[in-house]
T-cell receptor, first 115, second 114 residues
């Protein structure tokens, strides 16, 4: 069965510093990969997604992620973090099995941004 | 346009009671998903509806959980004889229906079972 691992439960960075959130997946085929952000009291918002093609994906709010098949990873990066980026971030793997498609989520990484 | 809406936003119930959670997907979206987010954990898939096809119920944790989707639009997730471990945020998402579609999530219903 597929799985998603986000090894960092909580990350703290200073505003303006760079950020990398790790995501590793286990899946037999090329997966569909996603990063979502969840701010307090708000629903999940899609940051970016990878289906095929260029392995470096650009998303909203200045985020990017790189799919590395050899490492089974899809790490999220941002060169300069803003205080408003403080939130919980979820990596997800999407499956397509003909009649159904569901997302398997990691357990999330909580990001704290220091002034 | 309007996004996915869910009601109620918060629900507190007593152990053993039944609850119904409602999801209104984005108009025109044929696929609808329910997920559960327990404290400190990621989202857990519960059930998936696509058009008029039989739903994928593979994620439902027990037979106390059921869901229906009427008229291909609104969905109701029902939890019977609630237990304390059912306490979680229940999220609904919808997509236009293609496998590569982005899932759009509602704000969730926070269920607390006392």
């Amino acid at each position: 069965a597929q799985s998603v691992t986000q090894p960092d439960i909580h990350i703290t960075v200073s505003e303006g510093a760079s950020l990398e959130l790790r995501c590793n997946y286990s899946y037999g085929a090329t997966p569909y990969l996603f990063w979502y952000v969840q701010s307090p009291g708000q629903g999940l918002q899609l940051l970016l997604k990878y289906f095929s093609g260029d392995t470096l994906v650009q998303g909203i709010k200045g985020f990017e992620a790189e799919f590395k098949r050899s490492q089974s990873s899809f790490n999220l990066r941002k060169p300069s973090v803003h205080w408003s980026d403080a939130a919980e971030y979820f990596c997800a793997v999407g499956l397509s099995s003909g009649s159904a498609r569901q997302l398997t989520f990691g357990s999330g990484t909580q990001l704290t941004v220091l002034p | 346009g309007a996004g996915v809406s869910q009601s109620p936003s918060n629900k507190v119930t007593e152990k053993g009671k039944d609850v119904e959670l409602r999801c209104d997907p984005i108009s025109g979206h044929t696929a609808l998903y329910w997920y559960r987010q327990s404290l400190g954990q990621g989202l857990e898939f519960l059930i998936y509806f696509q058009g008029n096809s039989a739903p994928d119920k593979s994620g439902l944790p027990s037979d106390r959980f059921s869901a229906e989707r009427t008229g291909g639009s609104v969905s109701t997730l029902t939890i019977q004889r609630t237990q304390q471990e059912d306490s979680a945020v229940y999220l609904c998402a919808s997509t236009p229906g293609q496998p590569t579609d982005t899932q759009y999530f509602g704000p969730g219903t926070r269920l607390t079972v006392l």
